[in-house]
Nanobody, 119 residues
Framework: QVQLVESGGGLVQAGGSLRLSCAASGSIFSINTMGWFRQTPGKEREFVAAIFWSGGSTVYADSVKGRFTISRDNAKNTLYLQMNSLKPEDTAVYYC????????????WGQGTQVTVSS
């Protein structure tokens, strides 16, 4: 089992920045990929960014490319999402997720952290 706890959400004006953190614990050795998803009321959860835990390769949704940066600190078992040039449409609950190599979909989820961008 893997436990994920997000932090760092809040209220920010358009054009501002926030950094989200996700602390992982438990069977960390089993993690292959970690990522961030977001969800707004009435919509499906959507992919934001992902990073391969060992090699560090990254993938981004087109909507956040050039503005968001995903990174990880293996020593601290922590995942980050640096969000710059925030837009009102980035407002959502952001979730940290993780999966093992044998899985093609996220298996573990955090509780979510609210990000609100005011215009």
């Amino acid at each position: 089992q893997v436990q994920l706890v997000e932090s760092g959400g809040g209220l920010v004006q358009a054009g501002g920045s926030l950094r989200l953190s996700c602390a992982a614990s438990g069977s960390i050795f089993s993690i292959n990929t970690m990522g961030w998803f977001r969800q707004t009321p009435g919509k499906e959860r959507e992919f934001v960014a992902a990073i391969f835990w060992s090699g560090g390769s990254t993938v981004y949704a087109d909507s956040v490319k050039g503005r968001f940066t995903i990174s990880r600190d293996n020593a601290k078992n922590t995942l980050y999402l640096q969000m710059n040039s925030l837009k009102p449409e980035d407002t959502a609950v952001y979730y940290c997720a993780a999966r093992r190599l044998i899985s093609t979909v996220p298996e573990y989820w955090g509780q979510g952290t609210q990000v609100t961008v005011s215009s």
